[in-house]
Every structure is written in C-alpha cells, then in structure tokens.
C-alpha cells in the first residue's frame, strides 16, 4: 500500500501594514539647513528631537521616523511583514507657497525611496503631494509612479480648508485613477473644528471627523459617481462613516440637498473606500467587517504614534467570526489588490 503523501504547508499569508509613517532624513536636513524656507525647524538636542512648524504646532521625532533599521524593528516588535511608509501628516507642508511645497514633496518622496531600498522586502514607498498647486501634484504624481514605482499616495483630508472633492483638485484624482495609484487619506488639520483644545480631543474626535467630512463630501458631490475606479484608503476605521451611515441614508431619502448632485444612495458608495482597521476595538472592527467586508479591510497601525496600535494582529485576532479567509484578506490581500498586484 504506497504510503499517503504529506500535503505541502500552506505558506502562511504576509501581514502587511498600510498606515506607517516616517519624517525622512531628508527633509530632516533641509529644515536644519533652511527653516525659513520651510517654515517649519527641526531642532535635536541630544535625544530630544522634535520639528516644529512657525506659528506653533510640531510633533517629537523618534528614531522609527527616518531610521530604516528602527522601522523594521518595530515591525517586527508588533509582528508585521512590509510596512508601507508614508510621511507624517505634518509633513505635507500645504501651507507653502507653491515652489517651496514641490520642493518639499520631492524631498520627502525621495527620502522615502531611499528608506524603502534600505529593506526592500519589508519597506514600500508611499509619496505625497504639493496639492496647494493641483498642476504640480499631477506632474509629481506622474514622477513617483515613473521614477520610484510607487503605487500609492498619501493626501490629506483636506488642503487647508478646501476639500479633496472640489472642483480644482479633480485632475489630481482623475489621474490617480488612471495611474491605478491608490489615495491614502489621512487627516492633518482641525483648524475649522471648535471646541476640541482640551483633553487631546483635536485628535480623539478631530481626526476621525475630518475623514468623515471628506469621505460626505467625496460621496454626495458625485465625484464618486464620476471617478468610478478611484481607490480611496481611510485611515482610524473610516471615522465615523460606517456607524453613521444609517443617517446619512436617511438624509438622501429625505433632503432634497442630499440629492442635488448624486442620486447614488450613501449605502451604496461605502464598498468604493478602503478602511484601516484601526479601531482600537475589536468590537468595532466586527461591525466594519459586516458593513463593507473584509476585502476593503486593511492593517493600519499609525505607528509610531502614540496613538497608534502596538499590537495590532492579537487585536484582530480578537475579532470574532474572522474566518481564516478574513484574515487572509485583511493580512495581506486587500493591501495587495490596492498596490495593483494580481492576488
């Protein structure tokens, strides 16, 4: 009787964090050698660093910022695979006038380069761009994605108070689409948000606010309806879009100023983002899985932020009902489809 033969292991899917952000060494330099250019210094005084914008406004700088080594340490401290690193919000410099911010862009998308061929099997490149100049984003997005293969960008929310859907930044979007580079969306500001100045509230309800804002916006301007390829990423869960969703539903039935530029309910517009599964409740997570599946689910650790999430593959295996399927899409595959690779 021949002896029955071992299947082959199943090679175990990759975990793949799509939320990691970085301040190149780069543009490090630049703002120690020209701060005014900038308007933004980067001070170090000993172990102390930290960048700090004119006017107020600044973050610490630790060592996973613009060291690729470090980064990789934490990756490997939290159980992850390849990052995809993309720069710090503060680090979008919208407030520039047009020729400093193209310069600023290509310093912080070359820094990244050059992070990312440190550990090419672990780190990929996400860029950013000038988009207080829409022409000039569209020239430099079309040189991320020609001269450092990046497949993906990171914009903010908003650009100073103007938002991603309004007509002037319609090139730029039109032609991610076309370039088949996703649009990481990350909030960076809450200046129009009152109220939000004591107990850390800018972030807490101020960043989950500014996705939600911006993904409305996106959905009942029918840019969505327009765009219809678009691939859009939001980070901290999708703010509170998906657990509001029942109202804004109920104001497209409702409202006639729901509907004066889509006629596409809210509901339906929700499978067109992607969402990170920073929740920081696995409770959370199960009730975003449900709405829009877990192949619109990706990794997102925001590290090394504080606010970030340190343990983020036991927080979704604390998930229930997460079939290995689930985890194969949320680990690995949906980051895959979102960087164009046939999965």
Sequence with gaps: MAAKKTPPRRKPSQRIDVHSHVLPKEMLDALSARPERFKMRYIADGKHRRVAKDGGGGQPVFDEFFDPAAKV????RKGLDVSIISPAPIAYFYWLDADAGLEAAQ???????NM???FPERLMGMGTLPMQNPDAAVAEL???VKQHGFRSVELGTSVGNEQLADPRFRPVLRRAQELNVFIF???YSNSAVCNLDDYYLSNLIGNPLQSTIMASHLMFSGVLDELKKLRICLAHGGGYLPYQ???FNHGHKVRNETRALTKTKPNALLRRFY???LTHDPRALRYLIDLVGADRVVIGTDAPFDMGEEHPIEMINKVTRLSAKD???IFSKTALRLMGKRV
Excluded: F, N, S, T
């Design 107 to 113: 310093l912080v998308k070359d820094g990244i380069a």
């Design 327 to 329: 985890r194969e899409q």
């Design 142 to 144: 079309e040189r991320i």
């Design 245 to 247: 969703i029942g109202r």
């Design 185 to 187: 969306a990350h909030p």
């Design 73 to 76: 340490a934490g990756m490997d």
């Design 116 to 118: 990312a061929r440190a």
């Design 275 to 277: 969402y990170d599964a």
